[in-house]
């Protein structure tokens, strides 16, 4: 049985884009970003890349959004990319299969945020920290819209993740009302997508800081 400590901090927003033309992306970018509230924001761009010059167009988009975040002090990690994350002076967030961590803390600057995916697999949690991560990702926490065939992991599986050593990101379904039954763990980033990317411009700033109320009563589990 897990123990929540009443100094437990509070998780930090971390937010991915979502598949919307770059305009529309652009501006709930601009939205949420502007609150103050997103620690963190991963570009994952799979139809941007599957598309003609999907490399080019993925750059020339990417390139703008780090403008955009370099304004509100918001760092950023590219989705499995390594060489990309060089060229824009990035960090990176790599999947099992998308590159090695030693060849992402060779490339990059020693400050960049490197995360791992890790599904819900403690072993590959402790391989993240020995292999120098910044973060070890778990999920799905819940059933996700955004890979509806992701395994949703057991609160054990999250709860012994928390407790190898190195900061945890949960995914996979999340939301400003379900986040609530994880409160107490020690959990460094919460990340999302629909849950606030796929609501309309005008509803972006107000979701996120509805995501920051959930967060500040981080210290009493549900």
């Not at 971390?14 to 970003?33: H, I, M, Q, V």
């Not at 599957?50 to 990417?62: D, F, M, T």
């Not at 002090?73 to 990309?84: Q, S």
Request: aromatic letters at 6%; proline letters at 3%; a neutral charge.
């Amino acid at each position: 049985m897990f123990q929540a400590s009443a100094m437990t901090p509070a998780p930090k927003l971390y937010l991915l884009t979502n598949n919307d033309e770059f305009a529309l992306l652009y501006a709930k970018l601009e939205a949420a970003l502007a609150t103050g509230l997103v620690a963190l924001l991963q570009i994952r761009r799979k139809k941007t890349l599957q598309s003609a010059n999907g490399k080019e167009k993925l750059y020339e988009e990417a390139q703008q959004i780090v403008s955009l975040a370099r304004v509100y002090n918001v760092d950023v990690v590219m989705n499995d990319d390594i060489a990309l994350a060089k060229k824009l002076g990035i960090g990176v967030h790599l999947g099992q299969q998308d590159g090695a961590i030693d060849d992402a803390k060779r490339y990059l600057a020693a400050e960049q945020i490197i995360g791992r995916t890790c599904h819900g697999d403690v072993a590959l949690v402790k391989q993240a920290k020995e292999d120098g991560a910044s973060y070890a990702a778990m999920g799905a926490v819940f059933a996700s819209n955004t890979k509806p065939n992701a395994h949703v992991i057991s609160r054990q599986q999250l709860i012994e993740g928390c407790q190898q050593g190195i900061d945890i990101c949960v995914i996979g379904g999340l939301t400003a009302e379900n986040i609530t039954e994880l409160a107490g763990l020690p959990i460094t980033y919460v990340a999302v997508v629909g849950d606030i990317m796929d609501l309309p411009v005008q509803q972006i700033a107000a979701r996120c800081q509805q995501w920051q109320q959930a967060l500040s009563r981080w210290q009493t589990p549900a």
